[in-house]
C-alpha cells in the first residue's frame, strides 16, 4: 500500500495531509492549483510528469479524473489546508476572484 500524501473524502473533498509535500491539483484543461502548507494559488510551473519527478520536487500531482481520486472532472472542489483553513475551488469561475475563495476558517 502506497502513502498518499492527502486523503479524499465524501464526492469532492482532498485533505492535505503531509506539510513536507505540495499538492498540485490537475482537474481536465483547467488551470493547476497547487496546495502547499502556506495556502492555495494557481500554479505556474510545469507539471511534473512522473510520479518520481513530482516526489524528487516535494509534489504530489493529483489528477481529479483518475480513478484513484474522484473519476471525473469536478466544477466544485473544496481543499482542506494545513494553514487550518478550507478554500472552495470553483471551475466555473475560473479567470475571477471568485475561482479560490475560503470556505471556512478553521475546520479543525
Known sequence: ??????????RNT?????????LLIVNGNHPVVIVSNRGIG???GDVPRKKSEAK?????VIDVGASECFGEEKTLI??????NKEYKI?????D????????QENYI
Open 14 to 22: 482532498i485533505i492535505h495531509k503531509v506539510r513536507k509535500f505540495d
Open 78 to 83: 473544496f481543499i482542506q489546508a494545513l494553514d
Open 42 to 44: 494557481v500554479y505556474k
Open 96 to 103: 475571477t476572484s471568485n475561482f479560490i475563495k475560503i470556505h
Open 56 to 60: 524528487k520536487a516535494y509534489m504530489d
Open 90 to 94: 470553483d471551475y466555473s469561475k475560473v
Open 1 to 10: 500500500m502506497i502513502e498518499k500524501n492527502y486523503i479524499t473524502s465524501g
